[in-house]
């Protein structure tokens, strides 16, 4: 058993699919790429990363995961391994999502009563601990 956990950010590469186990569950797979600065290089790297959403509560993201989304998600990494049809040994990385939270454009259809909510319990708690001396601008 593995408790690890990871978050990433990144970009859909592909749409996303849906299939079905041979006991009727649902999955919902894409690619994403990562970007990730490589000092020796020094320059930026992209990388792939298959991404996996089981059940059917996920389905209805199938019809948002589209290419150039902005995805931002927490899951469970693996390292899938298996052999291309020239018998050459792959390595994947693939990560068993847990949870998944669209970004730019997309997050106001998807996230928007949580966004907003979130926003105003900030903004209300802030300015209740802040007095009006705190909230003049010192320069």
Known sequence: MTFASITLSGTLKNKAEQRFTANNVSVVSFTM??????????????????????????AE?????NPGTEVLLIGRPQIDQFNDRDGNAQ?????????INLLGASSAVDNSDYASTASRSKSSSLTSDLSEEDMEIPF
């Open 91 to 99: 390595k994947v990385f693939s990560v068993e999502v847990s949870k």
């Open 61 to 65: 993201y199938l019809e948002r995961l």
């Open 33 to 58: 790429e990562i970007e990730r600065y490589d000092s020796k290089a020094k320059e930026v790297k992209r990388y792939p990363v298959k991404a996996n959403l089981w059940g059917d509560a996920h």
